[in-house]
C-alpha cells in the first residue's frame, strides 16, 4: 500500500493498485465476480487502476522533486541554491568583427549575420546599429545566433550573410569567445556534490563553494592541515590544498584568494600571480591538478540468449560512464546517478557490478582491474588526494560467449 513516512514515500504501481481494487470488489460482490479484460468490471477496474497508478506517479515525482539525486529541472535548480551554486545558463560564443566600408560609406544593423564560408551554419550577430565614413574600418562586436561552444578560428568570419550597400567585407582579427550551452542535470548534480563535499570542514566550504562555481570545473579536493606538523599528503602546518580538475588557472586563483584574503598558507605545485585590485599587492596563488591513473579492465562473462548484440559495447560505455559519473538507471520513474570515482576515491571494486549488471544476459566470471596492462587486481585499487583514476572504452576487455 501507498505510503510516506519517515522511511520515505512509497506509492504502488498498476498491478498492486488493480489487484486491490479486485479485492475490494470480491469482498462486496462475491469471489466469482470476473476481472478479466474482456469483462465489464474488469474494464472498469482497469481504468480506475490506470488513473490512481497515473497520480502515484505524479505524487513521487513531486517527492522527487525534493531529492537532489532524483529532482531535475526547475526542481533541482531550486535545491542546489542551498549549496550556494545555481545552474549555469547558456552564453552564445561572442567575437569581435573587423568591418570596411567602400568609398561611398555605410550603415550596419543590429542583428545583421555574417559566417564562415566553410561552415555556414554557424552565424553571428552583430550586437548594435553602426554608421560607417567612406573607406573606414572598424571593429564592431558580435554574438553567435545560437548558445554553445561555437569556435571561429582568427580570418574564418569573412561571409557577409546579410548584404548592406558600401559593406565590402568582414573578418575577425581574434578568435571567438567560446559560449556554453545550459547546464544539464547530470552535469549539475556533479557540481552539487563537489559544492557540498567540504561541508564538514571550518574553513573550507566557501574555498569549495568559489572554485566549484567556475566554468569548467569537474572536481576539486580541498584540504586544510589546522596541525603543526605536516600532514601525511605532505600539507605544511596551517596550510589549504586545492586539487583541481578543470576551469581556467587564472580563475582557480582569484577563487581562491578571495576566500582566502591571501592570508593562509597554500600548497601546490601550480603557481599564479594574482594582483589584489585593492591593495596592488601581488600573490602567488598555490594548488595542483590530479595526476591521471589510467586504469584497465579485464572482464570475462558467461553470456546466454538474452545478451544483446552490442552487449560488449555497452558494459564498456556502462563503465566508463561509471567512472565519470554521468551513468543513470531509471527505474519506476526515479533516476539514480552514480558518483564514480573522482579525485582522490580508491576504486572499489564491488561497486563495478552495479554498470556490469545492467547489461542483461550474462554472469560475470572474473573481472580483474589494475593501473597496468594486464590488471592483475581482484580488489580495491588505492587512490592518492592528487589523483583519479580514469577509464577509457579502448582500455576494457570484455571476453566470453
Not at 554557424?122 to 571593429?139: C, F, G, R
Amino acid at each position: 500500500m501507498s505510503k510516506f513516512d519517515e522511511t520515505g514515500l512509497y506509492v504502488d504501481r498498476f498491478p498492486e493498485v488493480f489487484a486491490a481494487l479486485v479485492e475490494d470488489i470480491r469482498a462486496l460482490w462475491g469471489e466469482q465476480t470476473k476481472d478479466t479484460p474482456d469483462s465489464t468490471i474488469g474494464s472498469l477496474l482497469t481504468l480506475i487502476a490506470e488513473a490512481i497508478a497515473d497520480q502515484n506517479e505524479l505524487i513521487e515525482g513531486v517527492g522527487q522533486g525534493f531529492n537532489p539525486y532524483g529532482a531535475a529541472g526547475v526542481y533541482l535548480s531550486q535545491l542546489v541554491t542551498i549549496n550556494g551554486i545555481k545552474r549555469k545558463t547558456s552564453v552564445n560564443s561572442s567575437v569581435a568583427l573587423q568591418v570596411t566600408a567602400d568609398t561611398t560609406g555605410t550603415k550596419i544593423f543590429k542583428d545583421d549575420l555574417v559566417s564562415d564560408p566553410d561552415n555556414p551554419d554557424d552565424q553571428y550577430a552583430i550586437d548594435t546599429d553602426h554608421e560607417l565614413t567612406p573607406s573606414e574600418v572598424k571593429l564592431v562586436s558580435a554574438k553567435a545566433t545560437a548558445p554553445g561552444d561555437k569556435l571561429a578560428e582568427p580570418g574564418t568570419l569573412t561571409k557577409i550573410d546579410t548584404p548592406r550597400y558600401g559593406w565590402v567585407s568582414v573578418t575577425n582579427p581574434d578568435a571567438a569567445i567560446p559560449g556554453r550551452l545550459r547546464e544539464n542535470d547530470t552535469r549539475l548534480r556533479r557540481r552539487r556534490e563537489v559544492a557540498a563535499a567540504g561541508a564538514g570542514s571550518n574553513n573550507v566550504p566557501a574555498i569549495y563553494t568559489a572554485i566549484a562555481d567556475i566554468d569548467g570545473v569537474e572536481a576539486l579536493v580541498v584540504v586544510q592541515n589546522k596541525g603543526t606538523v605536516t600532514n601525511p599528503d605532505g600539507v605544511p602546518p596551517q596550510h589549504i590544498w586545492a586539487v583541481v580538475l578543470g576551469g581556467a588557472d587564472d580563475e582557480i586563483a582569484k577563487a581562491i584568494f578571495t576566500k582566502t584574503g591571501g592570508g593562509i598558507g597554500m600548497y601546490g605545485s601550480v603557481i599564479i600571480p594574482y594582483d589584489d585590485p585593492i591593495t596592488g599587492k601581488i600573490y602567488d596563488i598555490n594548488f595542483d591538478r590530479p595526476d591521471d591513473l589510467e586504469t584497465w579492465i579485464d572482464v570475462e562473462i558467461v553470456k546466454d540468449d538474452n545478451y544483446p548484440a552490442d552487449g560488449d559495447s555497452q558494459i564498456k560505455q556502462n563503465l566508463v560512464d561509471y567512472w565519470a559519473g554521468t551513468f543513470e538507471v531509471i527505474r519506476d520513474g526515479a533516476v539514480t546517478t552514480y558518483k564514480g570515482f573522482s579525485i582522490g576515491d580508491d576504486v572499489i571494486y564491488s561497486r563495478l557490478y552495479t554498470p556490469l549488471n545492467e547489461v542483461p544476459g550474462h554472469s560475470v566470471t572474473s573481472l580483474k582491474i589494475g593501473f597496468t596492462d594486464p590488471p592483475l587486481v581482484e580488489g580495491n585499487l588505492p587512490v592518492a588526494t592528487d589523483e583519479r583514476s580514469v577509464v577509457t572504452v579502448p582500455r576494457i576487455k570484455v571476453n566470453g560467449s
